[in-house]
């Protein structure tokens, strides 16, 4: 098939490839010159393991181009996927303009009939409203082309994109139109025949409310364990050791059960607001959300009362963050919790420095006012404490020993849990966790 992606960020570039490798004629575009410059050269903009190579054997077949020109993602094209940004508004909701955009695009680019499908994560109506749009333009324009609209979310994770769109745990679309629903099981043929992945096909509102629910009950879970490690501290109960009793239950299992700093990256902060967000609009006061949302962020407030405690007041205290990416294995700072803290433990006057083994340029670019420290012992040395914020293997190796020779007090909070309690206190660490063994503190 002939398949237009419009967005060359993490989703849509990822999709694109995978597209080109089952097969396709597939043209990614973005309306970023830099970008496309860039994917010209051979390279992707971002880093993501396999994508490279994914990149070097799709193009070298000529299956995979790229285009500044939304005309030539669309001319030609049996199905065009939108893969644009929706980032967040003031208000809470997404901001779906570069949405409604391409829908504009397609009506005023298409040469026949296609299938426009929604792949950015939108909230459930986004399909009605971009039928109206299509619609409207049609008929502005006088196009006589049928263009259906379907809905395909994206279920990949930074750091894993690759093996999620190539295996993943389950394709979702939907669609109303027969004729959609032939061309996407026409794009998902190949995939489906060799890695045998669940397929639900449902209609639009059902598709986009399936990612919806997906990340949101994926949030709640980590709020949840972050709320019983609350409990776990105040009755001297192991938050660790909970969430593996409980996950041995093969109703609840293991995953995402990891109690911390909480959530941040690009997708569940603002899915979490943007479902709460839909819920009210449609008449629905969706309490729980915002409770997730609150849990997620006391517990970065947690730290600062943890620091407090150890360092009476933060004026002018030195305090080291150990990372800075929202999670390990990706350089993105986006809703970080250590940018976050950062920010908090400023307010109350702290010195902050920042240490992570990748994320380092891209803190310089977009949070010039943090101080990135290239080296960890530097990072470490003279400090009036340590907080672990993002479970790079780096920081998990620190020994009781390193940071007793470089840090000004032996204090430690760790917020992922990545130290071993009793070593640490042991060595003479004042060492804080969430949800398990800490040292007393009785001020
Ligand atoms: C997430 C979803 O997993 C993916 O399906 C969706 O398409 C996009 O959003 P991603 O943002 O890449 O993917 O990261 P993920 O690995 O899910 O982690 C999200 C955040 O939750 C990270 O900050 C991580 O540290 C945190 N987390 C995760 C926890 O605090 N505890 C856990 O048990 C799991």
């Not at 899915?271 to 959300?289: K, S």
């Not at 150990?322 to 350089?331: E, I, V, Y």
């Not at 990545?418 to 800490?438: C, L, N, W």
Request: proline share 5%; with cysteine; hydrophobic share 45%.
């Amino acid at each position: 098939m002939r398949i237009g992606v419009v967005g060359a960020g993490h989703v849509g570039l990822v999709s694109a490839a995978a597209f080109a490798r089952w097969g396709h004629q597939v043209v990614a575009m973005d309306s970023d010159p830099a970008k496309i410059a860039t994917l010209r050269s051979g390279a992707s903009w971002f880093y993501e393991p396999g994508l490279q190579e994914l990149l070097d054997e799709t193009t070298a077949e000529g299956a995979l181009t790229f285009s500044n020109d939304a005309a030539d993602a669309v001319a030609g094209a049996e199905v065009v996927f939108v893969c644009v940004g929706t980032p967040p508004l003031p208000g809470g909701g997404p901001n779906l303009s570069f949405v409604e955009a391409v829908g504009r695009a397609v009506v005023a680019h298409a040469t026949g009939d296609l299938v426009l499908v929604e792949k950015s994560t939108v909230p459930a109506n986004t399909g009605r409203r971009l039928e109206q749009v299509i619609g409207r333009e049609r008929q502005r324009l006088a196009i006589p082309h049928d263009i259906a609209v379907a809905s395909n979310p994206e279920f990949l994770r930074e750091g894993a994109a690759v093996g999620d769109t190539l295996h993943p745990d389950r394709v979702v679309y939907g669609t109303s139109s027969e004729p959609a629903r032939d061309v996407l099981r026409a794009v998902y043929a190949r995939l489906v025949a060799e890695d045998g992945c669940p397929v639900v096909e449902t209609d639009v509102p059902t598709a986009e409310l399936i990612k919806h629910a997906s990340n949101a009950f994926l949030a709640t879970r980590i709020s949840f364990i972050n709320a019983v490690a609350q409990v776990c501290e105040r009755v001297g109960a192991d938050v660790a050791i909970v969430a593996e009793g409980m996950g041995h239950d093969e109703r609840i299992g293991h995953r995402f059960l990891q109690a911390g700093l909480g959530y941040g990256g690009s997708c569940f902060p603002k899915d979490v607001d943007a479902f709460a967000h839909l819920a009210r609009q449609v008449g629905y006061e969706f309490g729980m959300l915002d409770e997730v949302r609150d849990v997620n962020r006391s517990q970065r407030e947690a730290v600062i009362t943890k620091l407090e405690a150890e360092l009476w007041h933060l004026d002018q205290k030195v305090i080291t963050l150990l990372g800075a990416a929202f999670k390990p294995g990706t350089d993105d700072l986006r809703e970080a919790p250590a940018v976050h803290l950062a920010h908090r433990l400023r307010e109350v006057g702290a010195i902050v420095r920042l240490y992570d083994p990748v994320a380092l340029p891209n803190l310089a670019v977009e949070q010039p006012d943090l101080q990135g420290v290239e080296d960890l012992d530097e990072a470490l040395h003279g400090a009036h404490a340590a907080v672990v914020c993002t479970e790079w293997d780096e920081i998990r190796a620190i020994t009781p020993h390193r940071y007793l020779a470089t840090l000004a007090y032996p204090i430690v909070v760790d917020g992922r849990n990545v130290h071993d309690p009793d070593e640490m206190i042991d060595a003479g660490i004042r060492y804080h966790s969430i949800g398990r063994r800490s040292v007393e503190t009785s001020l």
